[in-house]
Structure formats: C-alpha cells, structure tokens
C-alpha cells in the first residue's frame, strides 16, 4: 500500500505515525513545500525571542524517519492531483498513491493595501523560513508595525518588543485577540501587554505604504495617522490552504469538507486533515475552520488510522487555546462569544486573575481563564463529556478539583476504578 501524504506539520505527521501503527509495511511519503523536517509551529515565537534555538524545534530527530520508514521529501510544491490515475504531480515528478491525505495547512491572508505588495520589508509570521526573515530584519533600532493582534500578531508582537525601538499594533476590530478573548477580559490584557512596550490602533487597519527604494517607510492608517515603519508583519489573519483540492474536484467551502468523523473526502482514496479542512464544532453543530495545533493532531492521527483499515475517529472538536504574553497565562476554550438567550455567564475577579465560566443550561460550555489556569483540565472535562451540573459538588467558580465529583463518578471515570 502505498500513502502520500501532502504537508509536513502537526496533521501531516500525526497522519504518518498514525498509518505505521496501523500498517507496519505501508509505502509512507511526505511531500512538503518547506525546506525543513516538521518542526514545531508554535515555537518560532520563541526562536525570535532566542529562547528556543533551531536545532531544538524539530518535532523527531532524523534517525526517527529512518527507522519508522516515512520518507520526507522537502523543498517540493505540489501542483496536480490526478484522481483518475492516482498520482500527484510537482513538476515534472509524479507520485503514485493509494490513499492520500491533504495535510495542507493555511496561508497568510492578505487584504489589499496600497503599496504594500512587493516592499522588501513586509513579512509575515507563520512559518520558519518567514521567522527567519523576520529576525534577520529586526534591529535595535527598528521601528516594526504588526497588522493584526490575533494569535499570530500578538506572538510576533511580543517577540519584537524584545528587540526592537518600537512595536505598534494596527487591529480592525475593537478589542486585542478577539477570536478568543471577550470584551471584558481583552481590556486587562490589553493593560497588560500596553505595560511592557506595545501600542495600539484599534478599529483602524492599514490603507497605504509609504516607500523608497522599494522599503516601507511609513503606513498611513485609516484614521488619517502616519507610523514610521522600519518593518512591516502581515498579521492579518490565516485562510486554509485548498488550492490542491479545488483543482482536484474536490468539495470546497472555505475549507475542504470531509466526513467529520473519518475525515475522509467525497474521494474514497483521499483524506483531509488540519487546518485546511472544515470542523464542526461538537458545542454547538456550527461548520468552522479550527486552526488548533491540538485539533491538527487529532485529524491526522484519526486519517492515519482510516487511511490503513483502522477505525479511530474523531469523536468531536471544539476550540482550545493556552498562550501566555509576559508571563501572563491565558486559557480559554469552547464558546466563550456564544450569543443567544439560551447561554449565560459568570465572571469571578481576584488581583489579577480572571474567570469567565460560560453555561448553555445546566452545561458548561466554554471558559476564559486569565492567571486563574489551576485544574483547567476539569473544566475541559466538564465540557467535552457535557456533565450536568447540578451533578457536582461546591462551587464552579472556586478552583476545580476531582472531588466537586460523587465518588462514583471519581471512581469509575477519573481513576480506573481505584477509589479516592
């Protein structure tokens, strides 16, 4: 059997190692468009910190590829799937399958913004090849403006402060990391990330560059505001990678659609995993893109297994974050926007810490937790097993602990049946 698999992150590899436990004597190819061996993602906020050096962000050390014979071929842009023939075309090579898994990933998302396109020092911060532009960019001197304070303008946000004169950040919408913070939480954070260096411009956004010699020397913002601008990071947001599979035929909705459970497309030899597919989130049934590194490698591992007879599922997703900014800790998780008169909330302050709990009935259904993360694993227990509240003992909004279960519960589920 032979499986090819397109993309080297966390879907792709978890799809490989997923296939070698399942078949121990399956053909197992990787085709990446990367120059690197997977390598961890979340880590190149950190290489442009200088806390992680390179050698030390790879995912498997070499000898590991070797020995568990998944070949990785590198520096290779996929152009063509040919579903009649079954093989996958880049440039002139082709690459036989049996069952393929698209593991593409997503791209930076780039909105139009006059004289932006084509500055020598307008980067963006996704990967490791683009990080390394980044750092080879940012002096002590340079005045870097980020376009975005998602996630990913954030980290990069963070790690420029460390080395540059001046961070400013441009975001649309009202707040700093909308897609996971609420209204109210946003504003502590943003407190807290204003006291170690950084600047915002919120609901504003980039229109045009000013440039010389093809640099960006300023940005002039939507409000009318001029920035000096040394460096330029492209922030904006992310769009899954589905080029491949249009061109393919395959079913595409913002991203590539499979069955949510088998993860496999509308093609019987084909599978998707990652953040170029569709989820459906298990809290609420809405189709979404969850571009998670643990949800990743969940997809793939469930693909993996598919692809080579297995029968592992996914057994449903929802979002997940846990990212810290100057030592602040932020979890959250679940429906923490959920809007409707079918969801409440409560919130629980103390110094520093907070606590957003949010309910659907008796249900919890999603948290924000700020400096207040101990036994943030109960709650994600709470929500993914759907628990009925009113089953549990003390209060929710205290720290969590295996004993607000009965001791039923704690025997049976918590323990393996070894008694508390």
């Not at 063509?80 to 880049?90: G, Q």
């Not at 997503?106 to 020598?120: Q, T």
């Not at 390394?132 to 954030?154: C, P, Q, S, W």
């Not at 943003?190 to 020397?217: D, M, P």
Request: include cysteine; charge should be positive; hydrophobic fraction near 40%.
């Amino acid at each position: 059997m032979k499986y090819l698999i397109i993309g080297a992150s966390a879907a792709g590899l978890a799809t490989a190692e997923s296939i070698r436990k399942t078949d121990a004597g399956g053909e197992i190819t990787i085709i990446t468009k990367e120059a690197y061996l997977p390598y961890s993602r979340p880590s190149i906020s950190y290489y442009l910190k200088g806390k992680v050096e390179e050698k030390n962000m790879f995912l498997r050390k070499a000898s590991y590829y070797k020995e568990n014979r998944i070949n990785i071929i590198t520096d290779t842009n996929v152009t063509k799937i040919d579903r009649e023939n079954k093989v996958v075309k880049a440039g002139r090579k082709e690459f036989p399958y049996d069952k393929l898994c698209l593991a593409t990933g997503s791209k930076p998302f780039i909105p139009p913004m006059k004289n932006v396109e084509g500055g020598k020092n307008a980067l963006t911060f996704l990967d490791l090849a683009a990080t390394k532009e980044v750092k080879k960019a940012a002096k002590a001197d340079t005045r870097a403006v980020v376009i975005g304070a998602g996630l990913i303008g954030m980290k990069a946000a963070e790690g420029l402060t460390k080395i540059c004169a001046s961070v400013d950040v441009v975001e649309l919408a009202p707040r700093v990391l909308p897609s996971i913070l609420d209204e109210k939480s946003a504003k502590s954070v943003k407190a807290h990330l204003e006291a170690n260096g950084i600047k915002f411009h919120l609901e504003n956004t980039v229109v045009e560059a000013k440039t010389k010699n093809n640099l960006i020397t300023h940005v002039v913002l939507k409000n009318g505001k001029i920035l000096p601008c040394d460096l330029l990071i492209l922030a904006v947001g992310v769009r899954p990678e589905t080029a491949l599979a249009e061109k393919a035929g395959l079913e595409v909705n913002r991203g590539i659609i499979t069955d949510p459970e088998t993860m496999q497309t509308g093609d019987e030899s084909i599978y998707a995993a990652g953040d170029c597919t569709v989820s459906v989130d298990m809290l609420d049934g809405s189709k979404k893109i969850i571009a998670l590194w643990p949800n990743a490698v969940q997809q793939g591992t469930v693909a993996g297994s598919q692809m080579a007879g297995g029968s592992l599922t996914t057994g449903g997703t929802y979002s997940v974050n846990a990212i810290d900014f100057y030592g602040l800790r932020i979890c959250t998780c679940g429906l923490i926007n959920a809007k409707g008169k079918q969801y409440s909330d409560k919130i629980k302050t103390d110094g520093n810490a907070y606590k957003r709990l949010v309910f659907e009935g008796n249900k919890l259904v999603g948290f924000v937790l700020i400096n207040a993360s101990v036994n943030a694993g109960i709650y994600t227990k709470l929500i993914s097993e759907g628990t009925d509240l009113s089953t549990l003992e003390g209060n929710i909004m205290d720290d969590p602990s295996l004993f607000m279960f009965s001791k039923e519960v704690r025997t049976e589920k918590l323990t393996g049946g070894v008694a508390l």
